[in-house]
């Protein structure tokens, strides 16, 4: 039976809270709520004939739905990466070790030293904006480090952040030698780093397939845009980036709805261990994918990090 043409339109306006609400009109009902609508025409609609029109239908020709996608539908092309302020981020995020940091680091360097021996590999940590951990944790184990940013004030930073590294990074340095022998065996980490790292412009979209032995990546798929799917390309791009049976450790930001750098904010994908577990799964193996809970919210809507480790596959890259 053919089916009426339907419309629907969107109307957001600033909420309490000043986070924005979505309502969407429809001559169809909606699919969650199964509200149907009764509106035709209403496609301009000044806040207070909105706020008469919701008085008047209330919930029978509507659904009011916040929308997190409003304030974060930002994409990766849109953000302003070469504003972000690398020591502002640097200083606010890892100017002391916290408990989630620390828990991460000793869960990877566990993992890395017991995944990643045997020979010396070229590894790459994408998104490295202004954290040295991921490529501290890779130190003993590479051959070279690729530093794969696309902000062009972090790219400054970490050329001069790793040459050689300041003393910031010691106390991670020191949660990777009680994680692992491995890392107490390691020696002169301060002189290594710099003669092995190499730093790349570059965008994650832009990453080629299978081309390194061991890999990182903190903080990015998810807090570099406010469009899902360009987080799941990002996350598989990463890891098909890796070559067959690559050790790999990604940690996202758990629940995210953006994030401010100085005064600038930046878009972010709400993402759970679901939603990490749904998009790495095709292209790992032994995949182990953890909540590591919140101590301190010391970021924007901190509800912690999820934590992925594994090995890459054999599946090609979609
Ligand atoms: C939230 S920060 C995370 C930085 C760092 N990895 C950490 O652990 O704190 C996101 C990083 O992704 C970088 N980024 C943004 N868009 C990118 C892209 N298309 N490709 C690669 N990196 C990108 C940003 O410049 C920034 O360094």
Redesign the pocket.
């Given at each position: 039976m053919p089916r009426a043409m339907s419309h629907t339109v969107s109307v957001v306006f600033e909420g309490r809270n000043r986070s924005p609400v979505k309502i969407l009109l429809s001559t169809d009902p909606f699919p969650d709520t199964g509200v149907s609508g009764r509106l035709m025409g209403t496609y301009q609609l000044s806040l207070i004939a909105l706020i008469q029109l919701l008085r008047s239908v209330r919930s029978r020709s509507m659904a009011v739905i916040p929308d997190q996608k409003v304030a974060t539908a930002v994409s990766?092309a849109d953000a302003p990466?070469d504003e972000?302020d690398s020591q502002w981020y640097a200083d606010h995020?890892y100017g002391e070790i916290h408990p989630d940091d620390h828990a991460v680091i000793s869960r990877v360097g566990r993992f890395f030293a017991t995944r990643a021996i045997g020979r010396k590999r070229h590894a790459i940590d994408?998104?490295?904006?202004?954290?040295l951990y991921?490529a501290l944790a890779m130190l003993p184990v590479a051959e070279s480090i690729t530093l794969?940013?696309?902000?062009a004030s972090?790219v400054r930073w970490l050329e001069h952040g790793v040459r050689p590294y300041g003393q910031l990074w010691d106390p991670f340095w020191e949660a990777l030698r009680e994680s692992a022998p491995m890392y107490r065996r390691f020696q002169r980490p301060r002189a290594v780093l710099p003669a092995i790292a190499k730093v790349e412009k570059a965008?994650?979209?832009a990453l080629p397939e299978g081309l390194w032995d061991l890999g990182t990546m903190?903080?990015?798929a998810e807090?570099?845009t406010g469009i899902p799917t360009e987080f799941e390309l990002a996350t598989r791009n990463f890891l098909t980036s890796l070559r067959p049976g690559a050790p790999f450790a990604a940690a996202f930001i758990r629940n995210s709805r953006g994030y401010h750098v100085r005064d600038l904010r930046f878009p972010a994908v709400a993402v759970t261990e679901y939603e990490v577990r749904r998009v790495l799964r095709p292209y790992a193996d032994e995949l182990t994918v953890e909540h590591v809970a919140p101590g301190q919210a010391f970021r924007d809507g901190w509800d912690g990090m999820v934590l992925a480790l594994g090995s890459r596959n054999r599946r090609p890259r979609p």
């Amino acid at each position: 039976m053919p089916r009426a043409m339907s419309h629907t339109v969107s109307v957001v306006f600033e909420g309490r809270n000043r986070s924005p609400v979505k309502i969407l009109l429809s001559t169809d009902p909606f699919p969650d709520t199964g509200v149907s609508g009764r509106l035709m025409g209403t496609y301009q609609l000044s806040l207070i004939a909105l706020i008469q029109l919701l008085r008047s239908v209330r919930s029978r020709s509507m659904a009011v739905i916040p929308d997190q996608k409003v304030a974060t539908a930002v994409s990766n092309a849109d953000a302003p990466w070469d504003e972000f302020d690398s020591q502002w981020y640097a200083d606010h995020n890892y100017g002391e070790i916290h408990p989630d940091d620390h828990a991460v680091i000793s869960r990877v360097g566990r993992f890395f030293a017991t995944r990643a021996i045997g020979r010396k590999r070229h590894a790459i940590d994408v998104g490295s904006g202004t954290n040295l951990y991921p490529a501290l944790a890779m130190l003993p184990v590479a051959e070279s480090i690729t530093l794969w940013e696309y902000s062009a004030s972090n790219v400054r930073w970490l050329e001069h952040g790793v040459r050689p590294y300041g003393q910031l990074w010691d106390p991670f340095w020191e949660a990777l030698r009680e994680s692992a022998p491995m890392y107490r065996r390691f020696q002169r980490p301060r002189a290594v780093l710099p003669a092995i790292a190499k730093v790349e412009k570059a965008s994650v979209f832009a990453l080629p397939e299978g081309l390194w032995d061991l890999g990182t990546m903190f903080f990015v798929a998810e807090s570099i845009t406010g469009i899902p799917t360009e987080f799941e390309l990002a996350t598989r791009n990463f890891l098909t980036s890796l070559r067959p049976g690559a050790p790999f450790a990604a940690a996202f930001i758990r629940n995210s709805r953006g994030y401010h750098v100085r005064d600038l904010r930046f878009p972010a994908v709400a993402v759970t261990e679901y939603e990490v577990r749904r998009v790495l799964r095709p292209y790992a193996d032994e995949l182990t994918v953890e909540h590591v809970a919140p101590g301190q919210a010391f970021r924007d809507g901190w509800d912690g990090m999820v934590l992925a480790l594994g090995s890459r596959n054999r599946r090609p890259r979609p």
